[in-house]
């Protein structure tokens, strides 16, 4: 396990449908490592998740709304998935504002199964390649982006690092490739 200490990460997902694993496995793990992780949602409260896009999984404790964020002072950008989440995060105008501000800075972004829809739909995958869930393959191609069937991937691309997995089996491999991008 890296040393993550100092380093401040950001969660960005809707109030409802984050596939649990995809949010609660990283926040454990890398705050175990050291990270302050900050879960930032649209609305303050609580965040629904759901285990396999269906059953209800656990609540997880909101620490500051998407609007309210002030991105400056993070490391990284941390998108899970889940499909309700992954739709709803895309459209909102806040979470485009927060992927923008951290690709524009060149700051790290990790995204797993469903997350990266935010990144197609604000343009983001123009030119990087990336893995995802297998249902938004053609979405990423559709977007200028280059589709891997690969546990994890990393892409330096474009001039930012974008952190990508398909789905919750893959966590072991996105946690370390995170930790060990944050520990470089």
Known sequence: M?????????????NRG?????????????????AK?????PKPGEIETLVGD?????RVPVD??????DDTG???????GGTLNADALRLDEDAQRLAKAFTASSRPVASICHGPWLLVETGLTRGKTLTSYLSI?????????AWKDEEVFRCDAAGWI????????DLDAFTAAIEAELAA
């Open 2 to 14: 890296n040393d993550l200490n100092g380093k401040k990460i950001l969660v960005a997902v809707s």
């Open 18 to 34: 984050v596939e649990q694993d995809e949010l609660t496995v990283p926040l454990e793990r890398l705050r175990a490592a050291g």
């Open 37 to 41: 992780v900050t879960v930032a949602a």
């Open 54 to 58: 269906w059953e209800p999984g656990d």
């Open 64 to 69: 500051t709304t998407l609007a309210d964020v």
């Open 74 to 80: 993070f490391d990284l950008l941390l998108l899970p």
């Open 137 to 145: 393959k053609t979405d990423v191609e559709n977007s200028g982006g």
């Open 162 to 169: 974008l952190i990508t997995s398909r789905n919750p089996g």
